[in-house]
């Protein structure tokens, strides 16, 4: 189906346990436009939720694997970075551990209609890490 937020198409995934804490439910969805993150429910798309989703359909940038989903939750934080700064820093940590090399992604993601200015989100991720 598509964003809640902006009706563009969006990528489900199932969130690892670990990661549950950061994301709206078990089972999630990333804008393909906007980078926001919904409940799978909620942008119509539960049952195509997937251990390893194509997010390469968001970006290229976007690693696979528990990694890449951890940067999709991280990128759904960004749109607030002072109330989610610690969400966003243990999810930017869990991908790191998973083997994603989150300044190649930062610097690679081209979103030009995020929720929230990237450019801006970028700096002050790099300052924090």
């Known amino acids: 189906m598509s964003c809640p937020h902006c009706d563009a198409a969006v990528v ?3 969130v ?5 804490e950061h994301a709206p439910a078990e089972s999630s ?29 968001v970006d290229p ?15 759904g934080k960004l749109e607030s970075f002072a109330l989610n700064r610690a969400s966003i820093e243990a999810l930017i940590r869990h991908a790191e551990g998973a083997g994603a090399d989150v300044f ?9 209609d995020a929720a929230f200015d990237l450019d801006r989100r970028r ?6 890490l």
């Open 104 to 112: 190649a992604f930062l610097g690679r993601l081209d979103a030009a």
């Open 29 to 57: 969805a990333i804008c393909t436009r906007c980078l926001r993150v919904a409940s799978a429910d909620e942008a119509g798309v539960a049952g195509d939720a997937t251990d390893d989703p194509d997010l390469a359909r």
């Open 12 to 14: 489900a995934f199932a």
């Open 123 to 128: 700096k002050a991720l790099l300052d924090a």
């Open 61 to 75: 940038a976007f690693p696979s694997g528990e990694g890449g989903v951890a940067l999709a939750l991280c990128c």
């Open 16 to 20: 690892p346990p670990a990661l549950r």
